[in-house]
């Protein structure tokens, strides 16, 4: 039988599981004190440039572009490290900011 714990979070009442063997359930959901804390500058300003990691790769393409001439090809970079290492525990998206950031530091297969 699943037990159940009810935590309040950014104001909010939740109810989650508890895992028998480790706790409670570990969300990986980043919050905005962690993006804070990470250093990351601006967040959202690649979205603000059409950039989504669900679009195909020539729209993303394009995003990638106008955020390099916008921002500079060594910060654009430094956002894609960030997105790579906020997607640690997610491979697929992690493997699409690897190739962005691969595209725009020069070095594409």
Not at 33 to 43: A, T, V, W, Y
Not at 52 to 75: F, N, T
């Amino acid at each position: 039988m699943t037990k159940f714990r009810t935590v309040k979070q950014n104001g909010k009442k939740q109810v989650i599981p508890i895992n028998e063997r480790k706790g409670t359930r570990i969300s990986r959901q980043i919050s905005s004190n962690q993006i804070n804390r990470m250093g990351i500058r601006n967040p959202g300003s690649l979205t603000d440039l059409g950039y989504r990691m669900k679009e195909p790769w020539p729209q993303r393409k394009e995003a990638i572009d106008e955020a390099v001439q916008k921002y500079g090809k060594k910060k654009t970079a430094l956002k894609f490290s960030d997105l790579v290492r906020m997607n640690a525990h997610r491979p697929h998206q992690k493997e699409i900011a690897l190739h962005d950031l691969r595209y725009v530091t020069g070095r594409e297969n």
